[in-house]
């Protein structure tokens, strides 16, 4: 069973709509959590991270935590096709890159 | 920003031959990894380094050596390719231990025939 667990497993939105995608742990010692976007043949590349209960917002993306939950979202205002990608939840116990789990991804498709 | 080059982008081998996935970074950063990218898994780690001539296991290591000969060099080996090692691979660095962040080289897509 994965510690890290993603929904939807893909999710396809038009042009300028909202996309909101969801991350569970099941671990509750996870402190620290990223979002993480990876286009089609590159590497992912992190996109935001959350370590306080509460949102974030950097520009049109907005994460959520909720540590009491386990749950921490991630939600793309005024969705462009450029934001079709992989994006992936990851989540660590303490400090130390080694200790990042990756959750298995939400594939987001951007209509025009 | 932060640069971590993997080669070669594409391999295929055959089953039972050795494999070499180089990685080299310009970020100056201690910590190297290598992942694995299967359709469902996201990313599993394979091994990673802390420092030059050390490296360490994670949570995927069997059938993968790894070697750190410098700071900026991180090497992953298969001695003996499976079919099951047919992956995308990709290494990563990040700073010294803290609430850090992981940059990910573009992946390696290795075809084990």
Known sequence: QQKVQQSPESLSVPEGGMASLNCTSSDR???YFWWY??????GPKALMSIFSDGDKKE????AHLNKASLHVSLHIRDSQPS??????CAASVGT????VVFGSG??????P | EAAVTQSPRSKVAVTGGKVTLSCHQTNNHDYMYWYRQDTG????LIHYSYVADSTEKGDI????KASRPSQENFSLILELASLSQTAVYFCASSAPPGAETLYFGSGTRLTVL
């Open chain 2, 41 to 44: 898994h996201g990313l599993r």
């Open chain 1, 106 to 111: 939400t594939r987001l498709l951007v209509s």
């Open chain 1, 59 to 62: 520009g049109r993306f907005t």
């Open chain 1, 29 to 31: 010692n996870f402190q």
């Open chain 2, 61 to 64: 290591p069997d059938g993968y």
């Open chain 1, 96 to 99: 130390g890159g080694y200790k």
């Open chain 1, 37 to 42: 976007r990876q286009h089609s043949g590159e």
């Open chain 1, 83 to 88: 934001d079709s990608a992989l994006y992936f």
